[in-house]
């Protein structure tokens, strides 16, 4: 069997498996075990599979993702999220669909002391909903702001998704941080200028006039922890106090803290901050194993440096190999979430993008590739027919018809289309402020 064919097998193998609702983990666990023997025998895989469990696990940077998780599960259990959205209402609801703008801002700034899409997407959902219905906007607005709001939780440092890249990539975590400022920024005045287009070129879908809240002394100090921690977590890594996952800890244990301060926090809170922790975790952690053995067997067939050493010979531009491997996220994002589309194809698709010539230095590229991916996979948790914070959206407001959010969402993909052409050509945008991290 050819090693084109054998690649074939493999993620044929995976997508039939995923078809039939196995979970992604086993999916790529089995289709890279099927692969592994195939091509050097059963003997062969089970030395690999002996010692790869310990030394995926054993790298200290891995424990940064159960960190930013548990940080984010404080932030959600410690009742953050309702000041976060009470001073963006203040701020924004003078304007029309300020409500709505007012979701976002909140997402923004839940996401960045949270580092997970669903969880800012079922966490500002449950608070800003309700009001968003009292208000007088439709359904279809509400949802799919609060579903493409939802994907500044990991556009927005701190992001799992961007901490695997890393590993991955072998790439500065702080520096990987730095350069999703400005891009996780654009995209949450991006959203906030689509929700002012389409209230304005579609009647009906918001109230004409909103009734301005006002900003009191308890909505300013609602955000002051918010703010203390995200200084002080950035501010710290920034300048050089601590490392990420020191950072990571540090976080942590602030946003424990400011939740105990806002009395919200039981001891049941408590135990499910730990108990979901584990659980993301644990799930991340499988994923992990399933990709590493199915990218083995890919390593294997040589089907990775094969493709680099053709897309090379086609004398495409290099932008023009990116925007192609990109399109292929969008295609997968409808079939995979955002952590197992990485761990599968970053090992595949990274080499072949550090062998082209964009004229910056590689870290840079690898830098700014990280970027791009990570804006494209937030893409997919929109895009139809998988589109999982719109699942999530939609199942916390059952009086809403899903393809009433997938139509809610379709201005939000616009935006996230414009806004992904103008940082692919233009890299210096999401490098800006790399070049200030040590």
């Known amino acids: 069997m050819s090693p084109l064919a054998?690649?074939?097998?493999?993620?044929?193998?995976?997508?039939?498996?995923?078809?039939?609702?196995?979970?992604?983990?086993?999916?790529?666990?089995?289709?890279?075990?099927?692969?592994?023997?195939?091509?050097?025998?059963?003997?062969?895989?089970e030395n690999f599979l002996n010692t790869q469990a310990f030394a995926r696990f054993a790298s200290?940077?891995?424990?940064?993702?159960?960190?930013f998780i548990l940080m984010g599960q404080f932030a959600t259990q410690g009742g953050i999220s309702k000041a976060l959205f009470e001073f963006a209402?203040?701020?924004?609801?003078?304007?029309?669909?300020?409500?709505?703008?007012?979701?976002?801002?909140?997402?923004?700034?839940?996401?960045?002391?949270?580092?997970?899409?669903?969880?800012?997407?079922?966490?500002?959902?449950?608070?800003?909903?309700?009001?968003?219905?009292?208000?007088?906007?439709?359904?279809?607005?509400?949802?799919?702001?609060?579903?493409a709001g939802g994907t500044l939780g990991i556009l927005i440092?701190?992001?799992?998704?961007?901490?695997?890249?890393?590993?991955?990539?072998?790439?500065n975590i702080a520096k990987l941080f730095a350069a999703a400022m400005v891009p996780g920024v654009i995209a949450m005045v991006g959203y906030m200028?689509?929700?002012?287009?389409?209230?304005?070129?579609?009647?009906?879908?918001?109230?004409?006039?909103?009734e301005a809240s006002r900003m009191t002394v308890h909505a300013l100090g609602g955000v002051v922890p918010i703010a203390f921690i995200f200084v002080l977590v950035f501010g710290g890594i920034y300048g050089g106090l601590f490392t990420p996952t020191e950072g990571a800890a540090v976080g942590a244990a602030s946003t424990f803290v400011?939740?105990?301060?806002?009395?919200?926090?039981?001891?049941?809170?408590?135990?499910?901050?730990?108990?979901?922790?584990?659980?993301?975790?644990?799930?991340?952690?499988m994923i992990f194993i399933g990709a590493d053995v199915m990218n083995a067997a890919l390593a294997l067939t040589q089907v990775p440096a094969q493709l680099a050493s053709v897309v090379s010979g086609w004398g495409l531009a290099p932008v023009a190999v990116v925007a192609a491997i990109l399109l292929f996220y969008v295609v997968l994002g409808a079939v995979m979430d955002e952590l197992s589309m990485i761990l599968l194809?970053?090992?595949?698709?990274?080499?072949?993008?550090?062998s082209l010539d964009f004229g910056m230095s590689k870290e840079y590229t690898a830098i700014w590739f990280g970027i791009m991916v990570l804006m494209t996979v937030g893409f997919g948790l929109l895009a139809p027919p998988v589109g999982l914070n719109v699942y999530v959206v939609n199942g916390m407001a059952r009086d809403i018809p899903i393809w009433e959010s997938y139509r809610g969402v379709m201005p939000f993909l616009v935006s996230d289309t414009?806004?992904?052409?103008?940082?692919?050509?233009?890299?210096?945008?999401?490098?800006?402020?790399?070049?200030?991290?040590?």
């Open 258 to 285: 400011a939740a105990l301060l806002k009395r919200e926090m039981t001891w049941q809170k408590f135990k499910h901050c730990f108990y979901a922790t584990a659980e993301g975790s644990a799930m991340i952690f």
């Open 89 to 147: 209402s203040a701020v924004m609801s003078r304007f029309r669909g300020g409500l709505a703008m007012a979701a976002v801002m909140a997402c923004a700034a839940f996401g960045a002391i949270c580092g997970s899409s669903v969880a800012t997407a079922a966490t500002i959902t449950s608070v800003a909903l309700p009001e968003l219905k009292r208000h007088g906007y439709s359904g279809r607005l509400a949802t799919g702001t609060l579903a």
């Open 157 to 171: 440092p701190p992001s799992v998704p961007l901490v695997i890249y890393a590993i991955l990539a072998e790439q």
């Open 193 to 210: 200028i689509a929700i002012a287009i389409y209230v304005r070129l579609v009647p009906g879908h918001a109230p004409e006039h909103e």
């Open 345 to 354: 194809t970053i090992p595949i698709f990274f080499p072949l993008v550090m």
């Open 60 to 67: 200290y940077d891995l424990s940064v993702i159960p960190l």
């Open 6 to 45: 054998l690649s074939g097998l493999i993620f044929g193998v995976m997508l039939v498996l995923m078809a039939i609702r196995t979970p992604i983990a086993i999916s790529m666990f089995i289709a890279g075990c099927v692969g592994y023997v195939l091509q050097a025998g059963l003997a062969p895989l």
């Open 418 to 438: 414009i806004r992904t052409i103008v940082l692919l050509l233009f890299p210096s945008i999401s490098l800006w402020l790399v070049k200030y991290v040590g």
